[in-house]
T-cell receptor, first 115, second 113 residues
Framework: EAGVTQFPSHSVIEKGQTVTLRCDPI?????LYWYRRVMGKEIKFLLH????????ESGMPNNRFLAERTGGTYSTLKVQPAELEDSGVYFC?????????????FGQGTRLTVV | GNSVTQMEGPVTLSEEAFLTINCTYT??????LFWYVQYPGEGLQLLLK?????DKGSNKGFEATYRKETTSFHLEKGSVQVSDSAVYFC????????????FGTGTRLQVTL
């Protein structure tokens, strides 16, 4: 069974450009999370989807970030326009919709560099 | 709010040395506690977890005990191997589910021969 897949693995863009990150969760996982690790600091929560609905988007830094999960399958995270401080590693995780003791499975991350 | 503090790295050890990576937390209620590991070039993997006080999580020779009185979840291994070289993240969630995780800053471990 395929794990959580993220694309691209690396992206280098100029300040002001747009970048779209994609996450394919494990098939059948209704929970999907986005996290970000900036400059060797802690990994911070961005948002949580349950199927196609945003359950919690309290970690989204500002309105330059737009996450979607049309159809409740894969998700995209678009940054427009990108700023230097958006550089970091963006992780996606998924888990089944169960009530207890459920592990979240993480992808390899997308390393975004804004220059 | 919730927070996790873990010792800064990098930690450099010789093979077969004893490892401790300290982790303390601040949280309301009774969080679940986790250690995640990121090996070079790979994603985050759950290493072990504990969901209530005094529980001990263990996996691959690593152990951590949920200490509510000291709000700690220190990671230990009796004899590290070169293959344990990775970045280790302590994390918590508000319940036993895979809900929103709060992570520490990560500790890089380098094990040498």
């Amino acid at each position: 069974e395929a794990g959580v897949t993220q694309f691209p693995s690396h992206s280098v863009i100029e300040k002001g450009q747009t970048v779209t990150l994609r996450c394919d969760p494990i098939s059948g996982h209704d929970n999907l999370y986005w996290y970000r690790r900036v400059m060797g600091k802690e990994i911070k929560f961005l948002l949580h989807f349950v199927k196609e609905s945003k359950q919690d988007e309290s970690g989204m830094p500002n309105n330059r970030f737009l996450a979607e999960r049309t159809g409740g399958t894969y998700s995209t995270l678009k940054v427009q326009p990108a700023e230097l401080e958006d550089s970091g590693v963006y992780f996606c995780a998924s888990s089944p919709l169960q009530s207890r003791n459920t592990e979240a499975f993480f992808g390899q991350g997308t390393r975004l560099t804004v220059v | 709010g919730n927070s996790v503090t873990q010792m800064e790295g990098p930690v450099t050890l010789s093979e077969e040395a004893f490892l401790t990576i300290n982790c303390t937390y601040t949280a309301t209620g009774y969080p679940s506690l986790f250690w995640y590991v990121q090996y070079p070039g790979e994603g985050l993997q759950l290493l072990l977890k504990a969901t209530k006080a005094d529980d001990k999580g263990s996996n691959k020779g690593f152990e951590a005990t949920y200490r509510k009185e000291t709000t700690s979840f220190h990671l230990e291994k009796g004899s590290v191997q070169v293959s344990d070289s990775a970045v280790y993240f302590c994390a918590l969630s508000r319940s036993g589910t895979a809900s929103k995780l709060t992570f520490g800053t990560g500790t890089r471990l380098q094990v040498t021969l």
